[in-house]
């Protein structure tokens, strides 16, 4: 039942100032002018020798790659830690975010923690299902800045006793 | 008068492949299981459309005049309803204040409100968001 515990939650036991360290990952140069060319192509996540003349002296990732990655990381840790992308209950998609920042950039070889805490679980009933857990989420580079942070609200299934 | 994008088509392989490496969840993934979301259908991760968006805005501001270097902070970014496989999006940008302060050098900062809209003229998500704008373009940072 306790090794459980993490797998069968509702909205109604999560618990404000709860915390996740959701995992680090590395930034490559490929990925990063990956990204780039598929869904933000600025010249500085592009191309490594255009990129050294330019605003950030250096290829930097899209600040929606370090973004998209903190999905990644949460999904993965869902799968290990939890029920899994596959419980309907973990599975109530973002609705909205605020406090978005991208605080320095991040470059090849870079390696951003993501950590994770539930700050509020507003006050609402959405489709008479669905319970709203706000968080805020921050990424830290390898010196321990902060890179990167915002607060998103996921629906959560209200238990339905 | 918002700045009006040009519009890109989202295919399934478009939506599965952006899904598949940062968002795999089944409702982006998978035809059957995203039936059954609480989506209704297969349709693309909301940080896909938020990165498209993103470049939408960059392509739009940069042939008005203002040479956009890179997003600094979104305030708020709302997704208000899915987009599904071959539906269409196009952004209207309208900008707000300006911030003579950036954290990039030889920049300032431009904020705007976005709207994100189907091929129906549809909202399908709503952002406002600041970008830092080189200082090189005549006179942007005064106007």
Redesign the interface.
Known sequence: MTALYLRDRWFEDLPVGEFHVFGSHTFSELEIVEFAESFDPRPQSIDPEEARGNHRQGLIASPWLVTATWMRKMVDYMEVYAQGVNDGRRNGAGVAITNLQWLEPVRPGHTLTYTYEIIDKPDRVIREKWGLIRSRNEAFNQYGNKVMQFEIDILAERCPA | MPLTSELITLDKAAIV??AS???????HLDNE?AEQ???GGLCA????I???A??LV?ETLIESGLPF???????????TRPTFVDEQISVRVTLTDILHES?????YVQAFDVEVCNGDGAVVAVMGASA?I?QDSAGAATS
């Open positions: 492949a952006f490496q940062f968002d795999p969840q089944p409702y299981a979301s609480i989506f991760s909301g940080w896909h938020a990165a498209l993103t470049r960059s270097v890179e997003m600094v902070s979104v305030g708020h970014l709302k997704w954290p990039i050098a030889e920049t830092a080189a």
